[in-house]
């Protein structure tokens, strides 16, 4: 017998045993364990980024899948949070998130955008995937969640880390909503290390729901100053956001997994950028005007990422209040 097969034993002795005796659940269930796990197939589209933006392309279809953790507890329906990976795919900052989630009686959906297109990573080609078709993935995790039966279809967020971000943040667009989005409409929206280096049109014209956005000021792969402007134009228009900054914080500062500081040599990073959408579907460089291209001599190859304890402990705490 493996010791990874005794340990997975071991942990489904536990998950079994606190569910055999319900009269002392709350004492024999380890803290962050949730009432129930479900795997979902996702019917999505993927989107080139123009393709995205003009809205009038079919795209090609794809099955993705997607994790569902219901907390414990006899609550007839819980608020829940949409999760969007970065760059890297599904981690170990996300595993911590489901488990303060979850022990915060919040249900968790983490969308698998990668793997059911065949992509592994992202960070040294991001040509692979584009941000906004991970947000159309975002709407259909919505509407999937919306209709279960343990849900509180009213109070569903999303969440997203770096590139998913992106997706996270800028689905609140009602030109992106009314494109792509359905009935269910997300509660909130929350961007952690997000890319606001590329604008475009109407991004300021939003749903109404709130906009929760935190960085690590010394992150050198996401450019914290794109979102400072981004968030200040929004305040103007009376939305409600804000933009949490941590000192001496790196990219990917929540992933207790990542030594303090580390450095990833061949990291496509757009920190030098600015890109605009200047007409429906044409992305250029706001300063060229060249069309946007990951061989615009604007990219920056090689960056960093750090785990920094403190800012995620506010992170996690700033989040489940927003939500609760």
Known sequence: MTKNFRSILGYLVVV??????????????????????????????????DEFLLGNAQGKPVLLG???????????????VILVHGSGG???????????????????????TFSGRGIVSTVQDQTQLGSLSMMVDAYKALELIAAHPRIDAKHIYVMGFSKG???????????????????????????????????????????????????????????????????????????????????DSDHSYDGPLTPNRLAVPKAQSTRQCKFIEDKPGNIVNAESKAVFSYTDSCIAIGAHVGYNPESTKQTIQAVIGFIK
Request: proline content about 6%; hydrophobic content about 40%.
């Open 16 to 49: 079994f045993a606190a569910f055999a005796s319900p009269t002392t659940q709350a004492q024999t269930i380890p803290a962050g364990i949730p009432g129930r796990i479900e795997v979902h197939s996702l019917a999505s589209t993927t989107l080139s980024t």
């Open 66 to 80: 997607g994790e569902l953790r219901l907390p414990v507890g006899t609550t007839a329906k819980f608020p829940a």
């Open 90 to 112: 599904i981690g170990g900052a996300m595993d911590m998130w489901i488990h303060h989630l979850n022990q915060a009686g919040i249900a968790t959906f983490v969308v698998d």
């Open 165 to 247: 971000a992106v997706a996270s943040i800028f689905s609140a667009s009602t030109r992106f909503k009314k494109m792509y989005g359905g009935q269910a409409q997300f509660a909130g929206h929350i961007g952690l290390y997000t890319p606001c280096n590329t604008r475009y049109i109407g991004d300021t014209d939003l749903t109404g729901a709130p906009l929760r956005l935190f960085h690590g000021i010394t992150d050198d792969y996401v450019n914290i100053i794109p979102c400072r402007g981004f968030v200040e134009e929004l305040k103007k228009k009376g939305v409600d956001v804000t933009l949490t900054e941590f000192p």
